[in-house]
């Protein structure tokens, strides 16, 4: 039902195993009133902790509303697009605002992981000998939080550690 705590998005290893496993939850099956009430007390017990736990993880719907739907043609477009630049100038980058608790992270986690699906699936692993600590290590996607008044000093160390790249003292300038 529940493998143990949620991946850490915002490490490589946990971002890798959210984006492996997030498809993978179980939800509870519907039960009618005679297969319930054929359950032992235990089982019954069971059975609504695994439905608690399906509530909490229901998906999200991302053609729910015109709104999902134009963020999520845009994201990926603008991944798509930047992933394909060749020139080392500056990409478009899209920004994501509104109240708390309405999936905006969800949302955004899931279309980066379906893009890292599809980009291992186009490119293949890149370097399968690459070794975790090295530079030839192949992370096409980073999920990190940063501050809501983001600037590139700020979103460099939230990305450093996603790598577990160390932060130098001569690096923490003034953000």
């Known amino acids: 039902m529940l493998p143990g705590p949620p991946p850490a998005r915002n490490t490589l290893p ?21 297969a319930r009430r054929a359950l032992s007390k235990r089982r019954w017990q069971i059975h609504d902790l695994h439905r608690t736990a399906t509530h909490a993880n229901l998906p999200v719907l991302s053609t729910s509303t015109p709104m999902s739907r134009a963020v999520g043609k845009l994201l990926t477009s603008r991944i798509e697009t930047n992933s394909l630049k060749q020139r080392p100038t500056t990409r478009a980058g899209v920004m994501i605002t509104g109240g708390g608790y309405q999936g905006k992270t969800e949302s955004v986690c899931e279309i980066i992981a ?9 490119v293949g692993q890149l370097n399968p000998e690459a070794l975790a600590g090295t530079r030839d290590l192949h992370a096409p996607v980073a999920y990190v939080q940063t501050p809501v008044t983001a600037k590139p000093k700020s979103l460099c160390k939230a990305i450093l550690p996603f790598y577990d ?9 003034p953000t």
């Not at 379906?114 to 186009?122: I, Q, S």
């Open 14 to 34: 946990g971002w890798d195993t959210y984006r492996r496993t997030r498809k993978s939850f179980i939800p509870a099956p519907v039960l009618d009133r005679d």
């Open 114 to 122: 379906t893009f890292e699906d599809g980009w291992r699936e186009l």
């Open 165 to 173: 790249a160390p932060i130098h003292s001569w690096m923490d300038l």
